[in-house]
């Protein structure tokens, strides 16, 4: 983990602990009831633990208490059934925090799947809820499979086109498995997502080629410039497959076409451009987001332990398969982050200088007891 390690050396070290409490009394101050702020550390600090460094603390003020801040999300949510049958449900979060929609949502899902094998809720008028993989591993955690996906503001250009017209929309599963870890897929239907893109910001560096395109349909890498355009609409990122149809970009076009179906039209919901953020004079307005989560109850077939050991073994046969020339291992998906929640439960989570810096406006803002190593 020596290398995992220095990839991170600029930055500070903190413990989970202490990032938690922090994010949990700056929402409290930003006017997120207590039992919510709760919540939306767990799905934060979840990020964080597992090394997906594009949806944390990084996320907390730009996303979060900043949107609150300018009044386009409501720091109290309140979550209105609008239907509830025996395996399904329909939410309606009123403009609230997406992490408490989508972890009731979740919850009802799950209570459903316990009932009747198979449980499905659907949201609207949410807000990003944070890392998908949050709410799969809750269903996984219970034995069963989990699977949710959200629609976004416009990010992603269809195959052959260059305006910005799909959110980068997560298809994402949990699998529980006889292994220390499930199968977790947790990923954007675009090659890249503007959360990672963040990341390579914060450090300076210039984006990969294939990652972003501008309206000429031409490869952009200047990371600062293409964080701007893409709120503009002057650049858009590239489905899943890359640019064009050679290389399968159609396919990831086709699965964030379904994840903005699924979280649009189950709710009768918003989609696509109705997402933007911005009305006719660019100026903000709310993000009425769409999820869908869905639980199955692997008891209600042949049960949850042969459910498991295939998995776990399908997950092993795959490890042990003939590696490339010059590869000498194999990971399946929720490996690495398993493997960085090993090393940062020891270590704490990295926090880059820019980071740190939006971590003491806002304890300077709020006025919070708090004086970190990396300012000594």
């Known amino acids: 983990m020596d290398e995992y390690a220095k990839q991170y050396e600029d930055c500070a070290w903190i413990p989970f602990e202490d990032l938690e409490k922090f994010m949990e009394e700056a929402l409290v101050h930003a006017g997120v009831p207590k039992d919510d702020a709760k919540i939306i550390k767990e799905v934060l600090i979840a990020s964080d633990k597992r090394g997906i460094d594009s949806h944390g603390i990084g996320r907390l003020k730009p996303i979060y208490i900043d949107r609150i801040d300018i009044g386009i999300m409501n720091p109290v949510t309140e979550i209105e059934v609008l239907k509830d049958q025996a395996a399904t449900a329909v939410l309606d979060a009123h403009n609230g925090m997406g992490h408490v929609a989508g972890h009731k949502a979740m919850e009802m899902a799950i209570e459903k799947a316990k009932k009747y094998g198979l449980g499905m809720v ?6 990003h809820y944070g890392i998908a993989g949050y709410y799969a591993t809750m269903a996984t955690d219970e034995g069963m499979i989990g699977i949710t996906g959200t629609n976004a503001r416009p990010s992603i250009a269809p195959t052959h086109g260059v305006e910005n017209m799909l959110g980068t929309n997560p298809l994402t599963f949990g699998i529980p498995t006889d292994e220390e870890f499930p199968f977790v897929l947790d990923c954007a239907t675009s090659v890249s997502q503007r959360g990672k893109i963040e990341v390579y910001g914060r450090a300076g560096k210039e984006l990969p080629e294939g990652w972003v395109i501008d309206h000429e349909g031409k490869t952009r890498t200047d990371t600062q410039q293409v964080l701007k355009d893409l709120t503009t609409g002057m650049a858009a990122l590239t489905p899943l497959g890359g640019i064009g149809e050679t290389t399968g970009g159609y396919k990831g076009f086709g699965y964030a076409t379904v994840v903005e179906i699924l979280s649009a039209a189950l709710q009768d919901g918003s989609w696509m451009k109705a997402l933007n953020g911005f009305d006719d004079e660019h100026k903000p307005i709310p993000y009425p987001l769409g999820h869908f989560f869905i639980a199955i ?21 795959l490890r042990a398969s003939k590696k490339a020339p010059g590869e000498d291992y194999i990971f399946t998906a929720g490996e690495k982050e ?20 939006v971590m003491i406006t806002l304890r300077d803002r709020f006025k919070m007891d708090y004086q970190w190593d990396f300012e000594k």
């Open 122 to 127: 659907a949201v609207r008028n949410s807000n």
């Open 338 to 357: 398993h493997l960085a929640y090993q090393f940062r439960k020891e270590h704490g989570c990295p926090v880059p200088p820019s980071l740190q810096k």
């Open 297 to 317: 109850n692997p008891e209600f077939f042949m049960g949850l332990e042969t459910f498991k050991r295939i998995a776990g073994t399908i997950c092993r046969e």
